[in-house]
């Protein structure tokens, strides 16, 4: 499809998939789309993009497949290195340190955009190891969501084949994995620790998800998600998470969409190099 296509038509297409199927996809960032379309177009050796929507718009099943494209479910433990080091040696230290001044032993994190999980898990072992190394009697709890249930079913057993623990390092895996035939398993005393539903980050009637009962996180990262969204969307996400951390609490997203939270005010940048922000008071 011409990146340059027609605005009507490409609304015409959208509005055409919400008419027969109930799906909004004016959500996603244009490019994005497109970029789907083509390469589903490629793997079904189909001529054009547009004669794979025209397969779209007739075949129920096609169109599902196509839904599910643009519900990206991938991830990685560790995933942007440097933001998980400045998690582990910085924020993770000076969130404890602030617990110890208000006397608070308990720390509420969530996983926004988890996937399969790998991402909860990873701040669960940067976190348990810390509070453990430091001797420290501290409750934590993640809560970890996705908009895609199998993604949620398959994070709660924990269970990853060999090619997954790729970016974990052996002292991690030797403390927080367990090792069968076909992979690795998370340690249970991890997983307790963890809270894993299905939520929709666009819904417009909550403001976090309904198991962390209220929507106050010292933390919440939410990671290689943003970009997926058009600018409309990107700020109803981001509004959502402002309003769920108090003053001076944390929001960790992605390396390549650090630019998209710059333009807001209302957080500074921790690091330089990272794409870690904290939420700062507002000038009125």
Not at 178 to 193: F, V
């Amino acid at each position: 499809m011409n990146k340059n296509k027609d605005s009507g038509e490409f609304d015409e297409i959208i509005h055409s998939i919400q008419k027969i199927y109930g799906q909004d996809i004016s959500c996603f960032d244009r490019g994005f789309v497109i970029k789907c379309l083509e390469r589903i177009t490629a793997e079904n050796n189909l001529n054009s993009p547009e004669s794979y929507l025209k397969l779209v718009l007739e075949n129920s099943s096609e169109a599902k497949k196509f839904f599910d494209s643009l519900n990206i479910t991938y991830s990685e433990f560790f995933r942007n290195p440097l933001t998980f080091a400045l998690l582990g040696r910085l924020v993770f230290p000076m969130i404890l340190c602030e617990k110890e001044k208000l006397k608070n032993n308990s720390i509420r994190i969530w996983s926004a955009g988890c996937a399969g999980g790998q991402e909860a898990y990873s701040i669960a072992i940067l976190l348990d190891e810390l509070l453990t190394d430091k001797g420290k009697n501290y409750k934590y709890h993640i809560f970890a969501t996705d908009i895609n249930g199998i993604s949620m079913e398959f994070a709660k057993k924990g269970s990853y084949d060999f090619a997954a623990v790729k970016n974990v390092t052996l002292n991690h895996i030797s403390r927080y994995f367990t090792k069968d035939k076909d992979g690795y398993n998370i340690n249970p005393k991890l997983k307790k620790h963890i809270d894993f539903s299905v939520y929709d980050l666009l819904d417009g009637l909550t403001s976090c998800p309904p198991e962390s009962i209220y929507g106050e996180f010292d933390l919440i990262i939410c990671s290689n998600l943003l970009f997926y969204y058009n600018i409309d969307k990107q700020r109803e996400i981001i509004n959502k998470i402002r309003e769920c951390l108090p003053e001076g609490g944390y929001f960790v997203t992605g390396e390549a969409e650090k630019y998209i939270v710059e333009k807001i005010s209302c957080f500074s940048s921790v690091s330089y190099a990272g794409a870690i922000f904290k939420k700062i008071k507002q000038v009125r």
